[in-house]
T-cell receptor, first 112, second 113 residues
């Protein structure tokens, strides 16, 4: 089944403790992206990647890092999480940047 | 500055009636528009799209209308069903410029029994 898989689904962590949210897609998509969804703000893009080893900042990149060493994986790294990064995170992929995306099921992160 | 605007945070519609969700955009370079549907605890799923060369696209109960001169699009759901209760995101991109998709803030649709 074609899908985008994120892990974990839920995570509670403490301020400053580094964490990684994994994202993997099995559709051989070139384009991958991370979004966060917050009440009243909709989906905001954090980082995106056009291809392996090519990453770019989205609208809200501060406090996040990403890597794209392989086509299928696009992990989101929070080096020193803070409470304002408490949010619902979605990974998405597409065969091209402007076409319809396939989203993962989301990761609900709480930073205390 | 918001390039894609969904001005109604929520909308309630009686089951069986028509649901109309609206979306406005400001960037005249946008030429491809999409609607996504999102249930709680799930990722958004692609619903329907329209290219700027068309003014209407229909898929079953869902129809998207595009008014380029007004920079406005709308999603019509007829008839509305309980399973349509969800958050709907409007999105736009510029295929010619190879730009990313920009999302609106979403509209929560409640279908009333």
């Amino acid at each position: 089944e074609a899908q985008v898989t994120q892990n974990p689904r839920y995570l509670i962590t403490v301020t400053g403790k580094k964490l990684t949210v994994t994202c993997s897609q099995n559709m051989n998509h070139e384009y991958m992206s991370w979004y966060r969804q917050d009440p009243g703000l909709g989906l905001r893009q954090i980082y995106y990647s056009m291809n392996v080893e090519v990453t770019d900042k989205g609208d809200v990149p501060e406090g996040y890092k990403v890597s794209r060493k392989e086509k299928r994986n696009f992990p989101l790294i929070l080096e020193s999480p803070s409470p304002n990064q408490t949010s619902l995170y979605f990974c998405a992929s597409s065969f091209d940047i402007g076409y319809g995306y396939t989203f993962g099921s989301g990761t609900r992160l709480t930073v205390v | 500055d918001q390039q894609v605007k969904q001005n109604s945070p929520s909308l309630s519609v009686q089951e069986g009636r028509i649901s109309i969700l609206n979306c406005d955009y400001t960037n005249s370079m946008f030429d491809y528009f999409l609607w996504y549907k999102k249930y709680p605890a799930e990722g958004p799923t692609f619903l329907i799209s329209i290219s700027s060369i068309k003014d209407k696209n229909e898929d079953g109960r869902f129809t998207v209308f595009l008014n380029k001169s007004a920079k406005h699009l709308s999603l019509h759901i007829v008839p509305s069903q309980p399973g349509d209760s969800a958050v709907y995101f409007c999105a736009a991109s510029s295929m010619n410029r190879d730009d990313k998709i920009i999302f609106g803030k979403g509209t929560r649709l409640h279908i009333l029994p």
